[in-house]
Nanobody
């Protein structure tokens, strides 16, 4: 099974930026879509962003469009989430995940469409 480790979280003031990284072990993830999800206190885990296996087919939840950017470097087996103009509402534990389907052409955004998950990294945005 693939192992995922998120990093880059922390505490920032509103309007600040963070860049999250998700490092995967091995090379399996290069043929799979990758996603970022987040879970705030008292809320369900929600989709944030995804990127296709080849680096295209990106998608974002409405609340982060224009502020967050997902990217990947398959040579490094790593996925990133650049978060700008952070808001207190972005406070959550952020998780990266590997899509279930080999070279999937569909932009899937449901938790159930992702198979492997990292341990999460905390992002706290203060006002």
């Amino acid at each position: 099974q693939v192992q995922l480790v998120e990093s880059g979280g922390g505490s920032v003031q509103a309007g600040g930026s963070l860049r999250l990284s998700c490092a995967a072990s091995g090379r399996t993830v290069n043929n799979y879509a990758m996603g970022w999800f987040r879970q705030a206190l008292g809320k369900e885990r929600e989709f944030v962003a995804r990127i296709g296996w080849s680096g295209g087919n990106t998608a974002y939840t409405d609340s982060v469009k224009g502020r967050f950017t997902i990217s990947r470097d398959n040579a490094k087996n790593t996925v990133y989430l650049q978060m700008n103009s952070l808001k207190p509402e972005d406070t959550a534990v952020y998780y990266c995940a590997v899509g279930r389907y080999f070279r999937d052409l569909v932009a899937r955004s449901s938790v159930g469409d992702y198979e492997y998950w990292g341990q999460g990294t905390q992002v706290t945005v203060s006002s």
